[in-house]
């Protein structure tokens, strides 16, 4: 018995704001954010709504996939939910019902950017745990522009918005899924720093608005917005990369050399680079994808954003053996290891 992994479905959304845009608004240049972050674009998404987003990626994952009976028992919606109090009851539940399996068990799961990693692993869990459960749908979508304060210099340049969504199926003979892990280490609850060092803050701060003609206007208002601590956050995720890598394949029949393909959460080029760097050292010789300088931090839709463009450019293909690996606010972090069907 095994449990696949599918290409995932993407949606990225149209509007794209370069580093010029980001020169003229903040006290930056496009080579200091080139070269400290490796972005040179994002997207960003100021009329659709996580949901929306999440559910146009589930029904493109779905359509890439031959389902006969269109039966999905389970929705898992991984996100950092801010969108103007929309998350309740649940992003899930509005996907479920999308596509057309609203009696599906549906949910949604927070965990920073490794919320869709952590997610893979949780429907995988259940799968196993249940042998009922035939599919399962994990989504990943954010609109992290609702939360970024664009005269915030030091993060506003990092995030953009988009989803991604994978199936899980059963498939007799087929590998699958093959190990997930997931962990953390709190940063939160400190007198100092009570949410962690990449936390909301209630303050003015200037948001990028829709004019409802397909831009946008630029106003100042009181809400939360994103605050980090840019340089911990950094600290954290360096090694713990490379540790959900090694972690992941830890008791499996595999090693650092049969990996095909890593495709890490896209935070910062400068982050992936020495995870790489060692990966590479100790056997690695496949290839770690991502596309970050295209469409900046996504948080939990950044691998799927990544990962269809890998299987688009033939990097992953039918029997690559992949692995996911993510850090994120939390802090979190996790890795899948699958095989590519
Ligand atoms: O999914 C998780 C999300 N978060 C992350 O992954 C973020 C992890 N952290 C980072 O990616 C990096 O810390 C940043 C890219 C955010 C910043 O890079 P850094 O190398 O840590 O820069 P820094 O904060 O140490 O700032 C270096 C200098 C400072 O000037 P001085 O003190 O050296 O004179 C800053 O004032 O750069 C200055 N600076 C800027 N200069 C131009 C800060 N922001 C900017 C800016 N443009 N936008």
Redesign the pocket.
């Known amino acids: 018995m095994g449990i696949t992994l599918s290409r995932p479905g993407i949606y990225v959304p149209k509007n794209v704001l370069d580093n010029e845009f980001f020169e003229s608004i903040?006290?930056?240049?496009d080579e200091?954010?080139t070269k400290?972050?490796g972005i040179k674009e994002r997207r960003i998404s100021l009329e659709m709504g996580i949901t929306e987003m999440g559910a146009i990626a589930a029904k493109r994952c779905l359509e890439r996939e031959v389902i006969t009976d269109q039966e999905i028992n389970e929705v898992l919606f991984a996100t950092n939910l801010h969108d103007d109090n929309k998350e309740f009851p649940s992003h899930a539940s509005y996907v479920a019902n999308q596509v057309n399996n609203p009696n599906a068990t549906a949910y949604d799961v927070s965990a920073?950017?490794s919320g869709l990693v952590y997610a893979i692993r949780q429907a995988y869990n259940n799968m196993v745990a249940e042998p009922d459960l035939k599919r399962a749908l994990v989504v990943g979508g954010e609109r992290l522009t609702d939360m970024t304060d664009y005269s915030d210099?030091?993060?506003c340049?990092?995030f953009g918005d988009g989803a991604g969504a994978y199936l899980l199926e059963r498939f007799d003979g087929e590998e699958g899924i093959i190990n997930n892990v997931a962990g953390g280490r709190s940063d939160t609850g400190s007198v100092d720093f009570p949410y962690g060092e990449?936390a909301l803050e209630n303050k003015i701060g200037l948001k990028l608005i829709s004019d409802g003609a397909g831009s946008y206007n630029k106003k100042f208002s009181k809400q939360n917005y994103l605050v980090?601590n840019?340089?911990k956050?950094?600290e954290f995720?360096v090694p713990i990369m490379e540790h959900g890598v090694r972690k992941v394949l830890e008791g499996t029949d595999y090693d650092l050399e049969d990996v095909d393909a890593i495709i890490p959460?896209g935070?910062?080029i400068?982050?992936i680079n020495p995870a790489k760097n060692r990966l590479k050292r100790d056997g690695f010789n496949g290839e770690i994808y991502t596309n970050l300088e295209k469409y900046g931090?996504t948080?939990t839709a950044s691998v799927p954003i990544a990962a269809d463009e890998a299987f688009s450019k033939g990097i992953i293909g039918r029997g690559s053996l992949v692995i996911n690996v993510a850090?994120?606010?939390g802090f979190t972090w996790g890795a899948n290891l699958y095989r590519a069907r």
């Not at 903040?26 to 240049?29: G, M």
């Open positions: 903040i006290d930056t240049t200091w954010i400290r972050s920073g950017c210099r030091t993060n340049f990092l990449l980090m840019g340089k956050v950094f995720a959460h935070a910062n400068r982050i931090n948080s850090f994120g606010a």
